[in-house]
């Protein structure tokens, strides 16, 4: 089931209101979560739920191992196994084909003629999000940093609870699973936050990511007959594209997490404020990037040891993290570029930036500089081979007709668009998210406010652009 649908529109305020009803009842409340969130994963293909109970009940029975396991070496051998077991389960179903084809090209490049089986299976939505989720808990357990639950009720509403059940945010067990075995109580304030949250998510995904994906298409579709100036507005359309698209699921899940009493991780900071390609990791995909940093990077060592093992540490964390995205050299190469972009700091010795301060107007090269290097490898990300990366990239310093992007309506429609969200989220950007209008002296009058919620509705239903699929679904 998708957020942008009449029937997730159906189904929230169902739940919703079924949810607390239930709150005298931590175990029933817990148990209709799990329900109502395996019906909306289901909506999709019920045979999915097969392999998200297979992941819940094989983390939930290891870490009762883990805590029960007598010595240091039982414990790491059930950490191992439910590991290699959620490992293997992703690895298959996302990866296999992939490996498999790239096998016998390389043995039919040497002489060896082999014929590996394709399984060619359909991905399952959001696979690699909750099978990260998983392996935190077990890892956790592991490293004593969380007690083994035996409420298996709350631990498979942590796995599977809908609002980030598919694209995220990648929640720890030590943050979600807590809030899962206590008892939560209706805040109206927290709500109506979340409603806020969801109305910009909504703004997001269906006015910006939405329009910008009609030209996105259009242009990606045949580059080869647009000149470099075209392909340069359809690399900007997607940079805001797939932020528009993510960072719009992020906020429609966190809202939504809010209205059941939830607190949710935030994924996204305005990183296209950022002054660095470091600060811009520290902005983007925020989950991701921190789970690598813990699970990942600190264990090979960090930061702590020769600048060569740093490198290495990084380049690791990158390159896996590109590799996460999709079994395709695209996002590999992507992975490599953004570790590059990473590196400077490390190679002059340098700690990069935390940047707590907003990004104010004088930093503005900086960001200009920071977007142009993010914005190119989006071209990557983009691309279905490094062929076509290649040809896209090089024709963006061709020729440049100032007419082709005045015939193309739909890109200065959603350019359009674009410097609207740009302008809304740089006077907005110290706030706690964007559509945070609990400060300032015009929000104080509830007019004010509701003025703002009612224009957004009404730029929703008047401009949205044509229902695509969010772009994470696939990953």
């Not at 935190?136 to 942590?158: C, K």
């Not at 720890?172 to 209706?186: D, G, K, V, Y």
């Not at 020769?306 to 996460?324: P, Q």
């Amino acid at each position: 089931m998708s957020f942008i649908s009449i029937a997730f529109l159906l189904f929230l305020p169902s739940v919703y209101v079924i949810y607390w009803m239930l709150s005298r009842w931590l175990k029933w409340q817990n148990l209709f979560i799990v329900a109502a969130s395996y019906l909306f994963y289901g909506w999709w293909d019920w045979r999915f739920l097969i392999l998200i109970f297979i992941t819940s009940l094989s983390s939930y029975l290891t870490g009762l191992c883990i805590e029960r396991a007598g010595s240091n070496r039982s414990k790491r051998g059930w950490a191992l196994f439910n590991i290699v077991l959620n490992l293997g389960i992703l690895g298959v179903f996302k990866y296999y084909d992939f490996f498999a084809t790239n096998l016998q090209e390389l043995l039919s490049q040497v002489g060896l003629s082999a014929s590996l089986p394709l399984l060619q299976l359909i991905l399952p939505v959001g696979i690699s999000f909750y099978t990260f989720q998983s392996l935190s808990y077990t890892i956790d357990v592991y490293r004593r940093q969380l007690p083994a639950t035996t409420d298996v009720t709350a631990f498979f509403a942590y796995i599977s609870f809908f609002p980030q059940l598919v694209a995220g945010p990648i929640e720890r067990a030590t943050h979600l699973l807590p809030q899962m075995l206590q008892p939560r109580h209706f805040n109206r304030s927290q709500s109506v936050d979340g409603l806020r949250r969801i109305l910009w998510g909504f703004f997001k995904k269906m006015v910006i990511a939405d329009n910008c994906a009609i030209a996105v298409d259009t242009i990606w579709g045949n580059w080869q007959d647009y000149d470099g100036l075209t392909l340069i507005v359809g690399m900007l359309l997607f940079t805001f594209q797939i932020y528009g698209d993510f960072s719009g699921y992020s906020d429609i899940a966190i809202g939504t997490a809010h209205l059941f009493g939830i607190q949710l991780c935030d994924n996204f900071r305005l990183p296209y404020f950022s002054r660095s390609v470091g600060e811009f990791w520290r902005r983007w995909h925020i989950s991701l990037m921190t789970w690598f940093r813990d699970y990942v990077y600190i264990p090979l060592g960090g930061s702590h040891g020769s600048k060569g093992r740093t490198i290495c540490n990084t380049m690791v964390v990158f390159l896996l993290s590109g590799l996460w995205h999709g079994a395709n050299w695209t996002f590999v190469v992507w992975g490599l570029y953004s570790a590059i972009l990473f590196l400077p700091p490390i190679l002059r010795g340098r700690r990069t930036r935390s940047f707590e301060h907003p990004a104010t107007l004088p930093e503005l090269h900086k960001i200009l500089f920071t977007f142009i290097l993010v914005a190119f490898g989006w071209v990557i990300f983009r691309s279905t081979s490094l062929t076509e990366t290649v040809g896209y990239i090089g024709q963006m310093f061709t020729s440049f007709d100032l007419s082709s992007i005045l015939h193309l309506s739909v890109g200065k429609i959603a350019l359009l668009w674009c410097a609207v969200l740009i302008v809304i989220e740089w006077l907005q950007r110290t706030r706690r998210h964007t559509l945070d209008l609990t400060e300032g002296r015009l929000f104080r009058h509830r007019a004010v406010r509701w003025m703002v919620y009612y224009i957004l509705l009404l730029l929703i239903i008047l401009f949205h652009g044509e229902d695509t699929t969010f772009i994470y679904f696939q990953f």
